[in-house]
Each structure stands twice: as structure tokens, then as C-alpha cells.
């Protein structure tokens, strides 16, 4: 049997991230070979993640990168089952280096399958199951271009942004800043009225009529009156056409205007955990 020294715990420690006890029986089950050591840990969270994959894991850490340019962005969601794993620090470093290497990604499936420290992401992710003991998992995954790209990540991490601007001028990056600011606060369902689907028109319309009908209006004036709040729905939760969170006098897009006169918001990305 191969001695196991503490450095080489250690390096299987700093490789894997599991604890030392589990690195040391790994080192002793692999009689000193660390790359079986390594497949003997994965091998641990593969049982581990079997076990654990009804559970529920809407915790975790929603992070915003852009890329270099800022021309685009990506928010990914690293979930787990607590809070308490979410605020860990390793965790959280993880989740950041996850979507470092997810900005060159076109999508989720494509990210799963790119390599990470020797091995895909999701092999990371079975790894780091079974290190944690709790079912780990990529929640989200979504990706913004545009000429210029902001990014907003609400204190604790639960909350991620994009937005996407028209142009990259003077002032962009906080006025960027500021309305993913505003959508993580805000929650807006869609960019502009264009961008509400139809079912969700449908409803709100019916509610309003549900709502004048119970105050007594007659129904040949529920029309009109619903198109009426139909507006004011849409300027409540509307990105472009919400009021601006730091001066309620103006818009969103004359926030944005009042930056540049030709800039425009083009789009956004929300993640919420929890």
C-alpha cells in the first residue's frame, strides 16, 4: 500500500475541492494514484446526484459576466437545495468561474459540455455533488448581444441582469448599469408593449372586465375602459415605459434618452433565485 502524504491530500483537496478526510480515502482507495483518486470522488457524486435528483434546488447564485467588449453578456444560475451552500464562499467562487467560461458559450447544452479544469461542466457539477452533498445543478442560462451590454448582480446574489443599449457612447456603462438595476427591481415582464405575449393581453383584459363589471359599469363601456388599464399595465411593466427607480418624473427610455438622444434600450435578461 502506497503512503499518502498530507500534500498529496492536499493537492487532491485544491483539485476537487472535496474535504480532506474524503481525499485521504479516496488517495488509500487508489493505493496513490490521483487520477483514479479523482474518478473515485466523481464516482462518489454520481451516487450522490442519483440520490438526490428529485430534490429541490432553487437556491444557489445568479451571476452576470460581459465579455471584454461589452457587446455581450451571460447570466447563469448555479443552484443547490440551501441557502446555506448558496453563501458559501468556494460556492460562490465556483459560480463565477462558471460564468467566465459560459461567455464563450452559445448556449446551455453547449456550456455543459465544455471543458472545465480537466473535465466538462457537468462532470464538474456531478463532482461537486457529491463533494457538497447537496444536488447541484445549471438553473439558467441566458445570453444577450447588443452594441453595448450592462450588467447588474443584486446584493446576495439572487438576482442577475442584462441590458442590452443601441450604441456604445459616452455614459453607457452607467446608464446600462442603472436600467439592470431597474429590471432587477422592477421585474418587468417584457421589453416594450411589442414584447407582451398576446395570452398575457388576453388576461388582463379580462381581469379589468371582471373588475368594471363588478363596480357596476355598463358592459358596453368595458371595452374601452379595459384598453385604458390595458396602457397602464403596460407602463407598470414594461421595461422602456416604467417609471425611472431614481427619478419617478421620467421613463426608462427617457432616462435613457436623456444619455444619449439616440440611444435606445434594445433588450434584457433576469434571473431571480429563491
Known amino acids: 500500500m502506497a503512503k499518502i502524504t498530507a500534500a498529496e491530500v492536499n493537492k487532491l ?10 481525499c485521504k480515502k479516496a488517495l488509500v482507495e487508489a493505493d496513490g494514484d490521483f487520477d483514479k483518486a479523482i474518478e473515485i470522488l466523481r464516482k462518489k457524486g454520481q451516487k450522490v446526484a442519483a440520490k438526490r435528483a428529485d430534490r429541490d434546488s432553487s437556491e444557489g447564485a445568479a451571476i452576470a459576466k460581459v465579455n471584454a ?15 446555506f451552500v448558496a453563501k458559501n464562499e468556494s460556492f460562490v467562487k465556483l459560480a463565477h468561474d462558471l ?3 459560459a461567455l464563450d458559450c452559445n448556449s446551455k447544452d ?19 455533488t457529491g463533494v457538497i452533498g447537496e444536488k447541484i445543478e445549471i438553473g439558467s442560462f441566458e445570453r444577450l448581444s447588443a452594441p453595448f451590454v450592462g450588467s447588474y448582480i443584486h446584493a446576495g446574489n439572487k438576482i442577475a441582469t442584462l441590458v ?5 457612447v459616452d455614459g453607457a456603462t452607467e446608464a446600462a448599469k442603472d436600467v439592470a438595476m431597474q429590471a432587477a427591481a422592477m421585474n418587468p415582464v417584457a421589453l416594450n408593449e411589442e414584447g407582451v405575449d398576446q395570452s398575457t393581453i388576453d388576461k388582463e383584459i379580462e381581469i379589468a372586465k371582471d373588475q368594471l363589471r363588478q363596480e357596476g359599469k355598463p358592459e358596453a363601456m368595458l371595452d374601452n375602459i379595459a384598453k385604458g388599464k390595458l396602457k397602464r399595465f403596460f407602463k407598470d411593466n414594461t421595461l422602456v415605459n416604467q417609471a425611472f427607480i431614481k427619478d ?5 427610455a427617457q432616462y435613457v434618452k436623456s444619455v444619449n438622444s439616440d440611444l435606445e434600450v434594445t433588450g434584457f435578461s433576469r434571473v431571480a433565485l429563491g
Open 13 to 22: 483537496r485544491k483539485a476537487t475541492g472535496a474535504g480532506m478526510m474524503d
Open 69 to 83: 467588449d461589452k457587446t455581450a453578456g451571460v447570466i447563469i444560475s448555479l443552484n443547490c437545495e440551501t441557502d
Open 99 to 101: 460564468a467566465d467560461l
Open 110 to 128: 453547449d456550456f455543459l459540455a465544455a471543458s472545465f479544469n480537466g473535465m466538462t461542466v457537468n462532470e464538474k457539477l456531478t463532482e461537486q
Open 164 to 168: 442590452g443599449l443601441s450604441a456604445s
Open 248 to 252: 419617478n418624473k421620467q421613463s426608462v
